[in-house]
Nanobody, 121 residues
Framework: QVQLVESGGGLVQPGGSLRLSCAAS????????MGWYRQAPGKQRELVAT???????NYADSVKGRFTISRDNAKNTVYLQMSSLKPEDTAVYYC???????????????WGQGTQVTVSS
Protein backbone atom coordinates (compact mmCIF):
# COMPACT_ATOMS: atom_id res chain seq x y z
CA GLN A 1 0.00 0.00 0.00
CA VAL A 2 1.38 3.40 -1.03
CA GLN A 3 0.28 6.70 0.46
CA LEU A 4 1.03 10.24 -0.62
CA VAL A 5 0.28 12.80 2.06
CA GLU A 6 0.27 16.48 1.15
CA SER A 7 0.48 19.49 3.41
CA GLY A 8 0.96 23.23 3.20
CA GLY A 9 -2.06 24.52 1.34
CA GLY A 10 -4.14 27.47 2.47
CA LEU A 11 -5.28 31.00 1.81
CA VAL A 12 -2.74 33.59 0.72
CA GLN A 13 -2.92 37.09 -0.70
CA PRO A 14 -1.80 37.84 -4.25
CA GLY A 15 1.95 38.19 -4.35
CA GLY A 16 2.37 35.92 -1.37
CA SER A 17 4.12 32.59 -0.96
CA LEU A 18 3.27 29.07 0.10
CA ARG A 19 5.24 25.85 0.37
CA LEU A 20 3.63 22.50 -0.34
CA SER A 21 5.07 19.20 0.85
CA CYS A 22 4.24 15.64 -0.14
CA ALA A 23 5.64 12.55 1.54
CA ALA A 24 5.34 9.10 -0.01
CA SER A 25 5.20 6.13 2.34
CA UNK A 26 4.36 2.45 2.37
CA UNK A 27 5.57 -0.23 0.00
CA UNK A 28 8.04 1.64 -2.21
CA UNK A 29 10.80 -0.08 -4.15
CA UNK A 30 11.89 2.85 -6.28
CA UNK A 31 10.55 6.24 -7.34
CA UNK A 32 11.05 7.54 -10.84
CA UNK A 33 9.38 10.92 -10.76
CA MET A 34 7.44 13.04 -8.32
CA GLY A 35 5.49 16.14 -9.07
CA TRP A 36 2.55 18.43 -8.65
CA TYR A 37 -0.61 18.87 -10.66
CA ARG A 38 -3.52 21.21 -10.06
CA GLN A 39 -7.19 21.41 -10.89
CA ALA A 40 -9.22 24.59 -10.77
CA PRO A 41 -13.04 24.52 -10.67
CA GLY A 42 -14.46 23.66 -14.07
CA LYS A 43 -11.04 22.93 -15.55
CA GLN A 44 -9.02 19.82 -16.29
CA ARG A 45 -6.15 18.74 -14.09
CA GLU A 46 -2.90 20.20 -15.37
CA LEU A 47 0.78 19.66 -14.75
CA VAL A 48 2.51 22.21 -12.53
CA ALA A 49 5.98 20.75 -12.10
CA THR A 50 7.76 17.40 -12.05
CA UNK A 51 11.18 16.25 -10.95
CA UNK A 52 12.79 12.96 -11.91
CA UNK A 53 15.08 10.84 -9.78
CA UNK A 54 18.05 12.05 -11.80
CA UNK A 55 17.14 15.65 -11.07
CA UNK A 56 15.64 16.80 -14.36
CA UNK A 57 12.79 19.25 -13.85
CA ASN A 58 9.83 20.31 -15.93
CA TYR A 59 7.59 23.32 -15.23
CA ALA A 60 4.38 24.52 -16.76
CA ASP A 61 4.97 27.79 -18.60
CA SER A 62 2.49 29.55 -16.33
CA VAL A 63 4.60 28.94 -13.21
CA LYS A 64 8.15 29.26 -14.55
CA GLY A 65 10.15 31.76 -12.55
CA ARG A 66 7.63 31.73 -9.70
CA PHE A 67 7.50 28.12 -8.51
CA THR A 68 10.38 25.87 -7.51
CA ILE A 69 10.13 22.11 -7.16
CA SER A 70 12.62 20.14 -5.10
CA ARG A 71 12.94 16.63 -3.78
CA ASP A 72 14.48 14.81 -0.84
CA ASN A 73 15.09 11.29 -2.14
CA ALA A 74 16.06 9.96 1.29
CA LYS A 75 12.67 11.02 2.66
CA ASN A 76 10.64 10.24 -0.48
CA THR A 77 9.36 13.79 -0.24
CA VAL A 78 8.72 16.45 -2.86
CA TYR A 79 8.26 20.15 -2.22
CA LEU A 80 6.76 22.99 -4.19
CA GLN A 81 7.80 26.50 -3.22
CA MET A 82 5.28 28.91 -4.70
CA SER A 83 6.04 32.63 -4.86
CA SER A 84 4.42 35.66 -6.47
CA LEU A 85 1.12 33.84 -6.31
CA LYS A 86 -1.73 35.01 -8.50
CA PRO A 87 -5.48 34.49 -8.21
CA GLU A 88 -5.29 32.19 -11.23
CA ASP A 89 -3.08 29.84 -9.20
CA THR A 90 -6.12 29.02 -7.09
CA ALA A 91 -6.78 25.29 -7.37
CA VAL A 92 -6.58 21.96 -5.63
CA TYR A 93 -2.98 20.83 -5.86
CA TYR A 94 -2.32 17.10 -6.18
CA CYS A 95 0.93 15.30 -5.50
CA UNK A 96 1.92 12.60 -7.97
CA UNK A 97 4.54 9.87 -7.81
CA UNK A 98 5.56 7.41 -10.51
CA UNK A 99 6.98 4.48 -8.61
CA UNK A 100 7.49 0.76 -8.32
CA UNK A 101 5.94 -0.77 -5.21
CA UNK A 102 7.89 -4.04 -5.52
CA UNK A 103 11.01 -5.25 -7.27
CA UNK A 104 8.99 -7.21 -9.82
CA UNK A 105 6.31 -4.61 -10.43
CA UNK A 106 6.12 -1.98 -13.11
CA UNK A 107 5.98 1.76 -12.63
CA UNK A 108 2.56 3.25 -12.02
CA UNK A 109 1.02 6.53 -10.95
CA UNK A 110 -0.02 7.28 -7.39
CA TRP A 111 -1.89 10.39 -6.25
CA GLY A 112 -2.36 12.31 -3.06
CA GLN A 113 -5.71 13.46 -1.78
CA GLY A 114 -5.15 17.06 -2.82
CA THR A 115 -4.63 20.29 -0.91
CA GLN A 116 -6.49 23.53 -1.56
CA VAL A 117 -4.55 26.65 -2.48
CA THR A 118 -6.57 29.87 -2.60
CA VAL A 119 -5.04 33.15 -3.71
CA SER A 120 -7.32 36.03 -2.85
CA SER A 121 -7.30 39.42 -1.21
Amino acid sequence: QVQLVESGGGLVQPGGSLRLSCAASGSIFSINAMGWYRQAPGKQRELVATIRSGGSINYADSVKGRFTISRDNAKNTVYLQMSSLKPEDTAVYYCNAVLRAFAGSGYRDYWGQGTQVTVSS
